[in-house]
Nanobody, 112 residues
Framework: QVQLVESGGGLVQAGGSLRLSCVASGRTFSTYAVNWFRQAPGKEREFVAIISQNGISTNYAEFAKGRFTVSRDNGKNTAYLQMNNLKAEDTAVYYC?????WGQGTQVTVSS
């Protein structure tokens, strides 16, 4: 089973940017789409974005459109989530997911 490791989270001021990375182990990374989810304290985990196996197709939650960009590099077994114009309400633990595998999450905190 693929193992996923997220990184790139941190503390940023409102209006700032972060780029999250999700590195996958194994040989099947290019076989599956990659999803990004997030979970804020006291809230359910919610969908953020998805990118297709070849990176051509993407889709975003409404709150992410125009601010977040998902991408991937299959040669590096890595997916990315570029987040711009961050808001306090973007504070959450961000997870990447591929098929049945989940990463441990990376904390994003946006100060207002």
């Amino acid at each position: 089973q693929v193992q996923l490791v997220e990184s790139g989270g941190g503390l940023v001021q409102a209006g700032g940017s972060l780029r999250l990375s999700c590195v996958a182990s194994g040989r099947t990374f290019s076989t599956y789409a990659v999803n990004w989810f997030r979970q804020a304290p006291g809230k359910e985990r919610e969908f953020v974005a998805i990118i297709s196996q070849n990176g051509i197709s993407t889709n975003y939650a409404e709150f992410a459109k125009g601010r977040f960009t998902v991408s991937r590099d299959n040669g590096k077994n890595t997916a990315y989530l570029q987040m711009n114009n961050l808001k306090a309400e973007d504070t959450a633990v961000y997870y990447c997911n591929q098929y049945l595998s989940w990463g441990q999450g990376t904390q994003v905190t946006v100060s207002s």
